[in-house]
């Protein structure tokens, strides 16, 4: 986790940075995307002295690795990856689907406008430099696993009251029949494994961007735990 704290005047330090090579993944409809790793939260502070809790997210270029069109294959959508593995840990197939890259993961981003595919390439890199400070983004990850829990925590029962000989039952989940009934009734909410689960958040800011370090700064929290893959999509 870090230790400092990112002071920006209207992310001055932290500024839209442009390179040759780098195509820019907004298509004619402006539709951005972005994949990452999350790397942890933090503090930052904006010019008028607020202080904002934010998410760091570890962002370095990706490559379009695949293409669909809806008349090829039923649908839109625009493959991307990113990072890098042990070639001993990647496949054959994969490894030819990536054309010898070796790739750590990799996302598939749906397009509703399909004019939107025709403008990338297999091979077009993408740097996180597409965002600028003050974009609102969605931001879908998998939820922390908390495992198997009673239904106080995972569904917000207030458990029974410590009156008239209910000494044991404060976490108890209470009746599960109904009394008319002689079977338990479908999405009766219940204890049962929890998190895990793919989330995604709406309306958060992007108040910097570092594209030398490869680093995207998000408000607020990002579902998962430090190291999630975290997808980016303009709002």
Request: with cysteine; aromatic share 6%; charged share 25%.
């Amino acid at each position: 986790m870090r230790d400092n704290v990112y002071k920006t005047k209207s992310a001055t330090k932290f500024t839209k940075q442009t390179k040759n090579g780098t195509r820019s993944a907004r298509g004619s409809n402006g539709m951005k995307f972005f994949i990452g790793k999350k790397v942890g939260m933090t503090q930052v502070f904006t010019d008028d002295g607020r202080c904002m809790p934010a998410t760091v997210v570890a962002a370095p270029k990706i490559a379009v690795t695949q293409v669909r069109t809806s008349e090829k294959d039923g649908y839109s959508a625009i493959q991307v990856a990113g990072g890098t593995r042990k070639a001993k840990n990647v496949s054959k197939a994969v490894r030819g689907h990536f054309a010898g890259k070796n790739y750590e993961f990799a996302r598939e981003f749906r397009l509703k406008d399909a004019k939107v595919s025709e403008s990338f390439t297999v091979g077009t890199e993408i740097g996180v430099d597409i965002f600028a400070p003050g974009d609102t983004v969605q931001v879908t990850g998998i939820s922390k696993g908390k495992g198997f829990q009673s239904v106080i925590k995972r569904h917000g029962f207030h458990g029974g009251p410590r009156s008239h000989g209910q000494k044991h039952s404060e976490r108890a989940p209470g009746s599960i029949g109904g009394g008319l009934r002689n079977r338990v009734p479908k999405g009766m909410r219940m204890a049962g494994r929890t998190g895990g689960d793919k989330v995604t958040v709406k309306g958060l800011k992007v108040l910097a961007v570092d594209a030398n370090k490869g680093e995207i700064i998000i408000s607020g929290a990002v579902p998962g735990r430090r190291g999630t893959l975290i997808a980016l999509r303009s709002a």
